[in-house]
């Protein structure tokens, strides 16, 4: 079992910035993949950002030059810096992970959510 923990959400005026963090927790044997994703309501949830354990990264177009991912390998810790926020921003952000457990199962897990609120 993999848990994953947010933190960061909140609300902020267009223009401003703010920064989520995702910490995973379990029994872990690797983490190949992290990213955040986002979802507004009435909308699909859609890929924000990922980032493998090489630190490849991959954004939406939406987000390209105004938001960055990160990880931290060793805290097994995947973080977001959103710069430049627009209200069509505001959404729920969630935490994903995906790789392989000690005896050889792979998960996906989910971040419990935290809210993004931009305000024009």
């Known amino acids: 079992q993999v848990q994953l923990v947010e933190s960061g959400g909140g609300l902020v005026q267009a223009g401003g910035s703010l920064g989520l963090s995702c910490a995973a927790s379990g029994s872990i044997f690797s983490i190949n993949t992290m990213g955040w994703y986002r979802q507004a309501p009435g909308e699909q949830r859609d890929l924000v950002a990922t980032?493998?354990?090489?630190?490849?990264?991959n954004l939406a177009d939406s987000v390209k030059g105004r938001f960055t991912i990160s990880r931290d390998n060793a805290k097994n810790t995947v973080y977001l810096q959103m710069n430049s926020l627009k209200p069509e921003d505001t959404a729920v952000y969630y935490c994903?992970?995906?790789?392989?457990?000690?005896?050889?199962?792979?998960?996906?897990?989910w971040g419990q959510g935290t809210q993004v609120t931009v305000s024009s």
């Open positions: 980032i493998t354990s090489a630190g490849t990264t």
């Open positions: 994903n992970a995906n790789g392989q457990l000690y005896g050889g199962p792979y998960y996906t897990a």
